[in-house]
């Protein structure tokens, strides 16, 4: 069954570092998105991308973020100068979006800890 | 914020169904009803979602009240693996993201 990857699992960095979290999503979806959860808190909504652009964006996703679909099959997250309070873990997630399929399937997601 | 309400905590013994209940008053005609769940940090997995009708698969069973304000996740023989935070969620109108909330930490009991 295909399912969403990301990569890397665990992520250690230095605050003021950039990271990029990888995310390889269901082959022929095409909706992506990124959701991040702080340890014990509830998962958030980052931003959703569609043909190439950013269709839609929280308040959480600032100038320090940005995605990119650099191939046909990666879509990453790049955190430009980390903060502490970036440590969370992140989710990649897939839609079809054909014939009004709707259901979202998340990968495992990348633990980001910033020191 | 998210525009399901479900209880913080369940407890069901093994071997029984766990049914998982949420409202969902606000929803509009043509907005689906979609269940995840979390095990532990794991990322969210889709379960099941409907829209009127009753829903069955593989998993569970998914009940919707006529007046479609709120629904039931049933999982028929609860087993110690199914103990994990159960999401329902209404996507936020004119938008695709999913608005989380706190969901129901089910616990299954041996």
């Known amino acids: 069954e295909p399912e969403v990857t990301q990569t890397p699992s665990h992520q250690v960095t230095q605050m003021g570092q950039e990271v990029i979290l990888r995310c390889v999503p269901i082959?022929?979806?095409?909706?992506f998105y990124w959701y991040r959860q702080i340890l014990g808190q509830k998962v958030e909504f980052l931003v959703s991308?569609?043909?190439?652009?950013?269709?839609?964006k929280s308040e959480i996703f600032d100038d320090q973020f940005s995605v990119e679909r650099p191939d046909g099959s990666n879509f990453t997250l790049k955190i430009r100068s980390t903060k502490l309070e970036d440590s969370a873990m992140y989710f990649c997630?897939?839609?079809?979006?054909?014939?009004?399929?709707?259901?979202?399937?998340f990968g495992p997601g990348t633990r980001l800890l910033v020191l | 914020d998210a525009k399901t309400t479900q209880p913080t905590s369940m407890d069901c013994a093994e071997g029984r169904a766990a049914n998982l209940p949420c409202n969902h008053s606000?929803?509009?005609?043509?907005?689906?009803v979609y269940w995840y769940r979390q095990i532990h940090s794991q990322g969210p997995q889709y379960i099941i979602h409907?829209?009127?009708n009753n829903e069955t698969n593989e998993m569970a069973s998914l009940i919707i009240t006529e007046d479609r304000k709120s629904s039931t996740l049933i999982l028929p023989h609860a087993t110690l693996r199914d103990t994990a935070v159960y999401y329902c969620?209404?996507?936020?109108?004119?938008?695709?993201?999913?608005?989380f909330g706190t969901g129901t930490r089910l616990k299954v009991l041996a």
């Open positions: 991308f569609y043909n190439n652009e950013i269709s839609e």
């Open positions: 997630a897939s839609r079809a979006g054909t014939s009004g399929v709707e259901t979202q399937y």
């Open positions: 606000t929803i509009s005609g043509n907005e689906y």
């Open positions: 969620i209404v996507r936020v109108g004119g938008t695709y993201k999913y608005i």
């Open positions: 082959s022929n979806h095409l909706y």
């Open positions: 409907g829209l009127k």
